[in-house]
């Protein structure tokens, strides 16, 4: 409960001039990859070769207009094999087609804020009730801005501040708070650094096969597009609103931790990397993901995450040794040689159709968020709670490659790299 006692240093005094709260990073990088849930007019045009029209998080609201707790969607594989020549009959040897489904769950998220007593509220000059709502609301956008990205990242990781709204994987609470089950990025959607390219999540004697010199880099990320344009089943690009070079220079988004930005800019002449950013704005309505500290190499968008989803020395990383498995190898670490001084920041490579996120109907609202006021106590404790009914998942398919079934994170690909922690 919140409580101003007599004496307190924030109870009102001649003092109280001016009022602060810590400042907090703005939480709106996730609401600019959504948009909405692909449908059958969708697929028939990524089949056509069409122009994607999707976004990293796809968004669907089915769930406030049903009395359900879970929604499932469905990837139908491409059709493949050589085609019949002159006269030979193909009547009654139709090519079957195959699909897979994923799906995820929502529930309900809660927080109650009280703005104290009535003798609380009387010490202080600050309006306790306001304060209370805005703390509320910047709360839920925090946590509505984590989760899509714990998801994305197959991890939690190590870093913690008071602005996580998610506790760290150890915490009893964690599996409840994500509803769905956090997954590890797939076999062929999980690289690391070697500092001059890429290559496939390794291990040897119990340690990961990195080094502090695998950094992110130019290097790094021409290897990633290379490797991205000859895969076979590649991520879907991304095409946001109004994007009239979509069709013609297709892109994704590359979400990097502040460490590896830095790293990132100090490999190459940085402010020609943002002027890219910004021209290609101006071909997209000057959308704000192209804005502020963007900036573009090979048709990579490249963006801060909220929050770097980041592994000290001695912490495993999971991951997934096959292509034909979702079982998680969780006993390799970090290697002892980063002591404190060095970690393992994960990126992002985020192509279109990546996150599921579903929104559920509160009743007193018949829209996915609510906020309540309440006086307690007989009317002399001021309560605020606010909350949302939704759900994320990252989109998991089991994708016929031709020779070889493979469970494919669908739009997402996680890149681990070596970064030095700032100030030791």
């Known amino acids: 409960m919140t409580h101003i006692p007599s004496g307190s240093a924030l109870a009102n005094t001649i003092k109280s001039a001016g009022l602060f709260v810590n400042c907090m990073q703005r939480p709106t990088l996730m609401n600019r990859l959504a948009g909405p849930m692909p449908l059958q007019k969708d697929a028939e045009g990524h089949l056509r070769l069409q122009s994607s029209t999707d976004y990293p998080i796809v968004r669907c609201r089915d769930l406030s207009k049903k009395a359900t707790d879970e929604i499932s969607f469905d990837l139908f594989n491409i059709i493949g094999g050589k085609p019949a020549m002159g006269d030979t009959k193909i009547e009654g040897y139709g090519e079957a087609m195959t699909g897979t489904t994923d799906s995820l769950k929502i529930n309900q998220y809660r927080k109650a804020i009280t703005a104290g007593g009535k003798m609380t509220q009387q010490r202080t000059p600050w309006e306790l009730d306001k304060l209370a709502k805005a703390q509320a609301e910047s709360y839920m956008m925090r946590l509505n801005d ?3 990205l714990v998801h994305l990242a197959g991890a939690r990781g190590d870093a913690y501040s008071i602005e996580w709204a998610i506790p760290l994987a150890s915490d009893p609470d964690f599996a409840s708070i994500l509803i769905n089950t956090l997954r590890a990025p797939t076999r062929n959607r999980h690289f690391m650094s070697t500092g001059s390219g890429i290559e496939q999540i390794a291990a040897g004697g119990n340690e990961i096969t990195i080094a502090t010199t695998d950094v992110m880099n130019t290097d790094v990320l021409d290897e990633i597009r290379m490797y991205v344009d000859g895969m076979s089943l590649p991520m879907p690009p991304v095409k946001f609103d109004g994007d009239s070079a979509a069709e013609d220079s297709p892109l994704r988004v590359l979400m990097v931790s502040s460490e590896q930005y830095g790293s990132i800019k100090r490999s190459t002449n940085f402010r020609a990397l943002q002027a890219q ?4 704005a101006s071909q997209a309505k000057n959308h704000p993901l192209f804005l502020g500290d963007a900036a573009m190499w090979e048709n990579i968008l490249i963006v ?3 929050k770097p989803i ?7 990383i999971n991951w997934c040794a096959l292509t034909t498995s979702t079982t998680e190898t969780t006993t390799d670490l970090v290697p002892a040689a ?3 001084t060095h970690a393992v920041d994960r990126a992002l490579l985020l ?5 599921a996120q579903a929104f559920g109907k509160d009743t007193r609202t018949s829209n996915p968020f609510f906020w309540s006021e309440k006086w307690l106590d007989h009317d002399n404790e001021f309560e605020v709670a606010i909350g949302m009914v939704a759900g994320n998942s990252k989109i998991r398919f089991l994708v016929d490659h031709g020779d070889s079934s493979q469970y494919t994170d669908y739009g997402v690909m996680a890149i681990d790299s070596a970064i030095a922690l700032a100030g030791r």
């Open 310 to 316: 980041r592994f000290n020395s001695g912490t495993a």
């Open 338 to 340: 980063f002591s404190t």
């Open 304 to 306: 801060r995450m909220p």
């Open 351 to 355: 192509g279109g159709q990546a996150l």
């Open 146 to 148: 984590q989760l899509p």
């Open 277 to 280: 950013a910004y021209a290609r």
